[in-house]
T-cell receptor, first 119, second 111 residues
């Protein structure tokens, strides 16, 4: 079974600074997808960024980027130029390989990191 | 932009009552899910639905729970006899393949 671990329950950062959230995972699969989801106080789950395990290049979406270390099974999220609207719970999540057959792509989530951006 | 829509946003029910949580997934998506998040805890998988049947369910998804996609549009989660411990945020999600998009959630409070 896959497990996802987020070791930082809470973090804080000053507005405009950079912060990195950590995530490690355990799987016997060689290909898979990893995600970061953001959950603001409204509690909606918003997809921030995805990484395909077979791609060596780290994914980037505007101010959000990941550092994917496959051998170490590490998947950290870097938020640059932090904004007040980035204040949220951030969840790391894993799903099994795409197009591998089967009938669902359920997500396994970590426990989350509560990020507070201070003015 | 297409989105997953859930109703109601908040439901209060008495213990032992039946509740139905409703979802309209993104129209061209193939996979449908329900997740649960107890306040302050992580998001947990309940059930996945594909090709008009349950494809996987977790140990949480016992006989009190059921899902339906009756008309090719709506996707519902029914809890037959609610318990206090069913109080949680329930999220519907849908995906074409791996990228799951979530609804805004239904906060269920069992009193």
């Amino acid at each position: 079974a896959q497990t996802v671990t987020q070791s930082q329950p809470e973090m804080s950062v000053q507005e405009a600074e950079t912060v990195t959230l950590s995530c490690t995972y355990d799987t016997s699969e060689s290909n898979y997808y990893l995600f970061w989801y953001k959950q603001p106080p409204s509690r909606q789950m918003i997809l921030v960024i995805r990484q395909e395990a077979y791609k060596q290049q780290n994914a980037t979406e505007n101010r959000f980027s990941v550092n994917f270390q496959k051998a170490a099974k590490s998947f950290s999220l870097k938020i640059s130029d932090s904004q007040l609207g980035d204040t949220a719970m951030y969840f790391c999540a894993f799903t099994r390989p795409l197009y591998s057959g089967g009938s669902n792509y359920k997500l396994t989530f970590g426990k989350g990191t509560l990020l507070t951006v201070n003015p | 932009e297409p989105e997953v829509t859930q109703t109601p946003s908040h439901q209060v029910t008495q213990m032992g009552q039946e509740v139905i949580l409703r979802c309209v997934p993104i129209s061209n998506h193939l996979y449908f899910y329900w997740y649960r998040q107890i306040l302050g805890q992580k998001v947990e998988f309940l059930v996945s639905f594909y090709n008009n049947e349950i494809s996987e369910k977790s140990e949480i998804f016992d006989d009190q729970f059921s899902v339906e996609r009756p008309d090719g549009s709506n996707f519902t989660l029914k809890i037959r006899s609610t318990k206090l411990e069913d109080s949680a945020m329930y999220f519907c999600a849908s995906s074409l393949v791996g990228d799951a998009f979530f609804g805004q959630g239904t906060r269920l409070t069992v009193v």
